[in-house]
Protein backbone atom coordinates (compact mmCIF):
# COMPACT_ATOMS: atom_id res chain seq x y z
CA UNK A 1 0.00 0.00 0.00
CA UNK A 2 1.46 3.36 -1.26
CA UNK A 3 1.39 6.25 1.42
CA UNK A 4 -1.37 7.64 2.15
CA UNK A 5 -2.19 11.81 1.57
CA UNK A 6 -3.86 12.49 4.85
CA UNK A 7 -1.21 12.51 7.22
CA UNK A 8 -3.86 11.56 9.30
CA UNK A 9 -4.73 8.00 7.90
CA UNK A 10 -1.65 7.67 7.19
CA UNK A 11 -0.02 7.77 11.27
CA UNK A 12 -2.83 5.44 12.05
CA UNK A 13 -1.88 2.57 8.85
CA UNK A 14 1.79 3.17 10.41
CA UNK A 15 1.00 2.95 13.67
CA UNK A 16 -1.24 -0.03 12.98
CA UNK A 17 1.27 -1.80 11.32
CA UNK A 18 4.20 -1.33 13.58
CA UNK A 19 1.78 -3.64 15.99
CA UNK A 20 1.30 -5.72 13.56
CA UNK A 21 5.15 -6.50 13.92
CA UNK A 22 5.53 -5.60 17.62
CA UNK A 23 7.56 -2.37 17.55
CA UNK A 24 6.13 0.51 19.87
CA UNK A 25 5.57 3.74 18.20
CA UNK A 26 3.50 6.80 19.24
CA UNK A 27 2.34 9.91 18.04
CA UNK A 28 3.30 13.41 19.44
CA UNK A 29 3.16 16.95 17.78
CA UNK A 30 -0.20 18.05 16.02
CA UNK A 31 -1.16 15.11 14.58
CA UNK A 32 -1.70 13.21 17.72
CA UNK A 33 -3.86 16.35 19.17
CA UNK A 34 -6.38 15.71 15.90
CA UNK A 35 -6.77 11.78 17.60
CA UNK A 36 -7.33 13.00 21.06
CA UNK A 37 -9.03 16.07 21.08
CA UNK A 38 -11.83 16.80 19.30
CA UNK A 39 -11.84 20.77 19.36
CA UNK A 40 -8.84 20.11 17.44
CA UNK A 41 -11.23 19.64 14.50
CA UNK A 42 -13.19 22.40 14.64
CA UNK A 43 -12.52 25.41 12.94
CA UNK A 44 -11.55 27.19 14.69
CA UNK A 45 -8.37 25.51 16.09
CA UNK A 46 -7.98 23.71 13.18
CA UNK A 47 -4.56 23.70 11.51
CA UNK A 48 -2.27 21.75 9.01
CA UNK A 49 -0.65 19.41 9.24
CA UNK A 50 2.94 19.05 7.92
CA UNK A 51 5.06 16.68 9.75
CA UNK A 52 4.16 13.14 11.35
CA UNK A 53 6.03 12.93 14.98
CA UNK A 54 6.66 9.75 16.59
CA UNK A 55 8.17 8.47 19.91
CA UNK A 56 9.70 4.98 19.86
CA UNK A 57 12.18 2.87 21.60
CA UNK A 58 15.95 3.05 20.76
CA UNK A 59 15.84 -0.94 21.14
CA UNK A 60 13.89 -1.07 18.07
CA UNK A 61 15.86 1.53 15.95
CA UNK A 62 16.79 -1.19 12.85
CA UNK A 63 13.44 -2.58 12.91
CA UNK A 64 11.82 1.41 12.66
CA UNK A 65 14.19 1.95 9.87
CA UNK A 66 13.32 -1.41 8.48
CA UNK A 67 9.71 -0.38 8.80
CA UNK A 68 9.66 3.11 6.88
CA UNK A 69 11.47 2.08 3.82
CA UNK A 70 9.20 -1.07 3.33
CA UNK A 71 6.52 2.00 4.03
CA UNK A 72 8.17 3.85 0.99
CA UNK A 73 9.95 6.44 3.22
CA UNK A 74 13.37 7.56 2.22
CA UNK A 75 15.72 7.86 5.33
CA UNK A 76 17.86 10.72 5.82
CA UNK A 77 20.60 8.56 4.99
CA UNK A 78 23.44 10.24 6.84
CA UNK A 79 21.47 11.83 9.71
CA UNK A 80 20.43 8.09 10.64
CA UNK A 81 23.29 6.51 10.51
CA UNK A 82 24.92 9.29 12.79
CA UNK A 83 21.88 9.93 15.07
CA UNK A 84 19.70 6.76 14.98
CA UNK A 85 20.59 5.06 18.41
CA UNK A 86 18.18 8.30 19.63
CA UNK A 87 16.78 9.80 16.87
CA UNK A 88 15.31 8.83 12.87
CA UNK A 89 13.95 10.83 9.87
CA UNK A 90 12.40 9.74 7.03
CA UNK A 91 11.15 12.27 3.87
CA UNK A 92 7.95 11.29 2.01
CA UNK A 93 9.53 12.93 -1.13
CA UNK A 94 5.55 12.92 -3.09
CA UNK A 95 4.18 14.39 -0.44
CA UNK A 96 6.60 16.74 0.97
CA UNK A 97 6.44 15.27 4.36
CA UNK A 98 8.56 14.57 6.85
CA UNK A 99 8.21 11.48 9.94
CA UNK A 100 10.66 12.31 12.76
CA UNK A 101 10.93 9.57 15.92
CA UNK A 102 12.52 10.35 18.70
CA UNK A 103 13.70 6.98 20.61
CA UNK A 104 12.81 7.03 24.25
CA UNK A 105 13.97 9.96 24.82
CA UNK A 106 11.98 13.84 23.74
CA UNK A 107 14.98 16.36 23.26
CA UNK A 108 14.12 19.82 21.73
CA UNK A 109 14.76 23.10 24.21
CA UNK A 110 14.57 20.74 27.25
CA UNK A 111 14.59 17.04 27.43
CA UNK A 112 12.44 14.31 28.75
CA UNK A 113 12.60 10.29 29.14
CA UNK A 114 9.46 8.94 28.18
CA UNK A 115 11.02 5.34 27.65
CA UNK A 116 8.65 3.74 30.34
CA UNK A 117 5.53 5.86 29.27
CA UNK A 118 5.01 4.79 25.60
CA UNK A 119 2.22 1.80 26.34
CA UNK A 120 0.14 4.34 28.52
CA UNK A 121 -1.91 4.77 25.10
CA UNK A 122 -2.51 2.68 21.58
CA UNK A 123 -2.06 5.75 19.20
CA UNK A 124 -0.56 8.38 21.14
CA UNK A 125 2.10 9.26 23.98
CA UNK A 126 0.00 10.49 27.15
CA UNK A 127 -2.28 13.34 27.38
CA UNK A 128 0.59 14.55 30.28
CA UNK A 129 3.48 14.01 27.77
CA UNK A 130 1.82 15.76 24.72
CA UNK A 131 1.08 18.83 26.73
CA UNK A 132 4.63 18.66 28.37
CA UNK A 133 6.59 18.70 24.52
CA UNK A 134 3.90 21.57 23.82
CA UNK A 135 4.64 23.67 26.72
CA UNK A 136 8.54 23.08 26.53
CA UNK A 137 8.47 25.11 23.25
CA UNK A 138 10.21 28.68 24.44
CA UNK A 139 9.51 29.99 20.82
CA UNK A 140 5.82 28.96 20.78
CA UNK A 141 3.79 30.24 18.30
CA UNK A 142 0.03 30.07 16.98
CA UNK A 143 0.00 26.62 15.97
CA UNK A 144 1.01 25.43 18.92
CA UNK A 145 -0.56 27.06 21.47
CA UNK A 146 -4.10 25.77 19.57
CA UNK A 147 -2.74 22.53 20.25
CA UNK A 148 -2.98 23.12 23.50
CA UNK A 149 -6.46 25.12 23.71
CA UNK A 150 -7.94 21.71 22.68
CA UNK A 151 -6.22 19.71 25.16
CA UNK A 152 -7.55 21.94 27.86
CA UNK A 153 -11.54 22.51 26.39
CA UNK A 154 -11.61 18.69 25.83
CA UNK A 155 -9.79 17.21 29.02
CA UNK A 156 -9.74 18.16 32.48
CA UNK A 157 -6.22 17.82 34.88
CA UNK A 158 -6.04 15.33 37.38
CA UNK A 159 -3.61 13.55 39.44
CA UNK A 160 -3.23 10.22 37.53
CA UNK A 161 -2.65 8.91 33.90
CA UNK A 162 -6.20 7.91 33.31
CA UNK A 163 -6.50 7.83 29.65
CA UNK A 164 -8.42 11.22 29.55
CA UNK A 165 -7.29 12.99 32.22
CA UNK A 166 -4.01 15.35 31.72
CA UNK A 167 -1.72 14.08 34.76
CA UNK A 168 -0.87 17.60 36.41
CA UNK A 169 0.71 15.66 39.33
CA UNK A 170 3.03 14.13 36.86
CA UNK A 171 3.74 17.88 35.10
CA UNK A 172 4.42 19.25 38.29
CA UNK A 173 7.02 17.11 39.44
CA UNK A 174 8.86 17.26 36.38
CA UNK A 175 8.84 21.32 36.89
CA UNK A 176 10.00 20.54 40.69
CA UNK A 177 12.75 18.60 39.34
CA UNK A 178 13.90 21.21 36.73
CA UNK A 179 13.68 25.07 37.41
CA UNK A 180 14.22 25.09 33.40
CA UNK A 181 10.98 23.45 33.03
CA UNK A 182 9.83 24.89 35.28
CA UNK A 183 10.34 28.37 34.21
CA UNK A 184 9.39 27.91 30.22
CA UNK A 185 6.39 25.93 31.30
CA UNK A 186 5.13 29.19 33.87
CA UNK A 187 6.00 31.63 30.37
CA UNK A 188 3.49 29.57 28.57
CA UNK A 189 0.75 28.93 30.86
CA UNK A 190 0.42 32.84 31.47
CA UNK A 191 0.53 33.53 28.18
CA UNK A 192 -1.83 30.65 27.23
CA UNK A 193 -4.37 32.93 30.01
CA UNK A 194 -3.53 36.09 29.01
CA UNK A 195 -4.24 35.64 25.01
CA UNK A 196 -7.13 33.18 25.75
CA UNK A 197 -9.30 35.82 23.94
CA UNK A 198 -7.52 36.11 20.78
CA UNK A 199 -8.93 32.79 19.54
CA UNK A 200 -12.80 33.37 19.11
CA UNK A 201 -13.55 30.58 21.84
CA UNK A 202 -17.10 30.38 23.09
CA UNK A 203 -17.71 31.84 26.52
CA UNK A 204 -18.05 27.89 28.05
CA UNK A 205 -14.65 27.09 25.85
CA UNK A 206 -12.47 30.02 27.50
CA UNK A 207 -14.04 29.00 31.02
CA UNK A 208 -12.71 25.32 30.90
CA UNK A 209 -9.11 27.09 29.58
CA UNK A 210 -9.03 29.28 32.31
CA UNK A 211 -10.25 26.45 34.86
CA UNK A 212 -7.45 24.20 33.89
CA UNK A 213 -4.64 26.18 32.98
CA UNK A 214 -4.66 27.86 36.62
CA UNK A 215 -5.41 24.47 37.95
CA UNK A 216 -2.20 23.01 36.57
CA UNK A 217 -0.49 26.36 37.25
CA UNK A 218 -1.27 25.78 40.81
CA UNK A 219 -0.51 22.54 40.95
CA UNK A 220 3.35 23.52 39.37
CA UNK A 221 3.53 26.21 42.03
CA UNK A 222 2.37 23.92 44.75
CA UNK A 223 4.58 20.52 43.92
CA UNK A 224 7.87 20.19 46.08
CA UNK A 225 11.14 21.78 44.57
CA UNK A 226 14.34 19.80 44.51
CA UNK A 227 17.43 21.05 45.85
CA UNK A 228 18.87 21.27 42.13
CA UNK A 229 15.68 23.44 41.48
CA UNK A 230 16.29 25.61 44.31
CA UNK A 231 19.84 26.08 43.32
CA UNK A 232 19.46 26.59 40.08
CA UNK A 233 16.50 28.91 40.83
CA UNK A 234 19.10 31.23 42.43
CA UNK A 235 21.06 31.99 39.10
CA UNK A 236 17.58 32.39 37.35
CA UNK A 237 17.63 34.27 34.16
CA UNK A 238 21.06 35.08 33.92
CA UNK A 239 21.81 32.00 32.53
CA UNK A 240 19.97 30.72 29.66
CA UNK A 241 17.88 27.63 30.61
CA UNK A 242 16.85 26.08 27.30
CA UNK A 243 17.83 25.13 23.89
CA UNK A 244 16.58 26.41 20.66
CA UNK A 245 16.67 23.73 17.74
CA UNK A 246 18.30 24.60 14.96
CA UNK A 247 15.46 25.13 12.34
CA UNK A 248 15.89 21.96 9.83
CA UNK A 249 15.89 22.17 6.18
CA UNK A 250 13.23 21.34 3.67
CA UNK A 251 11.90 17.39 2.83
CA UNK A 252 15.14 16.20 0.81
CA UNK A 253 16.12 12.87 -0.44
CA UNK A 254 19.36 12.99 1.01
CA UNK A 255 20.14 9.77 -0.97
CA UNK A 256 20.53 12.65 -3.88
CA UNK A 257 21.54 15.68 -1.78
CA UNK A 258 24.78 16.89 -0.94
CA UNK A 259 25.85 17.03 3.00
CA UNK A 260 24.64 21.12 2.65
CA UNK A 261 21.56 19.56 2.49
CA UNK A 262 21.63 17.73 5.22
CA UNK A 263 20.08 18.47 9.12
CA UNK A 264 21.61 18.39 12.55
CA UNK A 265 17.98 18.70 14.05
CA UNK A 266 14.85 18.87 12.73
Do not use: C
Given at each position: MSILE?????????????????ITLRLFGGVSFYFRSPSAKHRILQRNYVDIDFMGRSKQSREIKQLFEELGYTPRERFNAMQGFRRLIFNDIGHQRRVDIFLDVFEMCHKFNFKD????????????????????????????????????????????????????????KLCGDDWGVYKTFSINIDRLLSTIDDYGLEEG??????????????????????????????????????????????????????????????
Open positions: SPIDEAKRIIEVAQQRKRLELDQYTISLADMLATKLQIVEINEKDIKDILSMFIDHDVGDDDSSEVINGAYLAQKRLVVERASKLKKMIEDAPKSFKWRMRARVGERVQWYELPEADKEVVDSRLATGSNESKTA
